[in-house]
C-alpha cells in the first residue's frame, strides 16, 4: 500500500498525465514548434511528478501542481518564442496565490501565505524595476509573481535561492552555447524555463 509521500509523488504524475492535452492546446495558441503529444505528456508527468516530489504530503502541494501545470506551456512558449504571455503569466500567480490562502485555511503550518503575498509582490517589483532598466522582459517580471509566491512560502531565503539559481542556470547555459558557438553574444536566451527550475530546485532544499 502507497504511503502518503509516494501517493502524492504517483497523484502528481499523473495529473500531469490528465493535463498534457490542455497544456499543448494552450502552448499552441502562441509557437507553432511545439513537441509531439506524446513528448508534452512525458514534461508534465516529469514536471508535476517532480513538484510533487520537492513538496510532499502537505496541502499546499495543490497550489505548486497548479503552478507547475502552468510552468509547461510558459517553458514551451519561452524557448520557442522567447516570451511569456500574460494569458499565462496571470492566472498561474493568481491561482498559486488562492490555493496557498487555501491550504493554510486547511491547516497546513508549513509555510506562511501573507509570506508567500509578500514574496509574490516583491519579486514581481524586483523583476519589473529590471525589465525597465535591463535587458529582461515584462513576461519574466510577470512570472515573478508565481515563483515569489511559491518560494515566498517557505521563507524569504528560499526566494534568494530560487532566483539565484535560476540565474546560474541560465548563465550555464548562455556560456555552453557561446562556447559551442551556437549563440552569439546578442542573441535571446529564453529565462523563464531556468527560473521555473531554479524555484523547483529551492523547493527541494527547503525541506
Known amino acids: 500500500m502507497l504511503g502518503p509521500y509516494a501517493f502524492t509523488v504517483v497523484a502528481g504524475g499523473l495529473v500531469g498525465v490528465g493535463v498534457h492535452g490542455p497544456v499543448r492546446r494552450e502552448a499552441a495558441r502562441y509557437t507553432a514548434q511545439l513537441p ?14 517532480a513538484t510533487a516530489a520537492a513538496t510532499g504530503y502537505h496541502w499546499h502541494v495543490l497550489a505548486l501542481l497548479w503552478a507547475a501545470a502552468c510552468a509547461v506551456p510558459l517553458a514551451l512558449v519561452d524557448v520557442t518564442e522567447h516570451r511569456l504571455p500574460r494569458r499565462l503569466t496571470h492566472p498561474s500567480a493568481a491561482g498559486t496565490l488562492l490555493l496557498l490562502g487555501a491550504a493554510r485555511l486547511a491547516g497546513d503550518r508549513t509555510g506562511s501565505a501573507l509570506h508567500a503575498l509578500y ?23 510577470a512570472l515573478g509573481l508565481t515563483v515569489g509566491a511559491v518560494l515566498g512560502w517557505y521563507g524569504f531565503g528560499a526566494v534568494f535561492e530560487g532566483v539565484l539559481l535560476g540565474f546560474l542556470l541560465a548563465a550555464v547555459y548562455g556560456t555552453t552555447k557561446l562556447a559551442a558557438r551556437r549563440a552569439g ?4 536566451l529564453p529565462f523563464g524555463p531556468f527560473l521555473l527550475l531554479g524555484a523547483l530546485l ?6
Open 36 to 49: 509531439s503529444p506524446a513528448q508534452v505528456m512525458g514534461l508534465c508527468v516529469a514536471a508535476l511528478g
Open 185 to 188: 553574444r546578442r542573441d535571446e
Open 119 to 141: 514574496g509574490a509582490a516583491a519579486l514581481g517589483a524586483v523583476f519589473w524595476l529590471m525589465a525597465l532598466a535591463l535587458p529582461f522582459g515584462l513576461g519574466d517580471a
Open 202 to 207: 529551492a523547493i527541494a532544499l527547503s525541506h
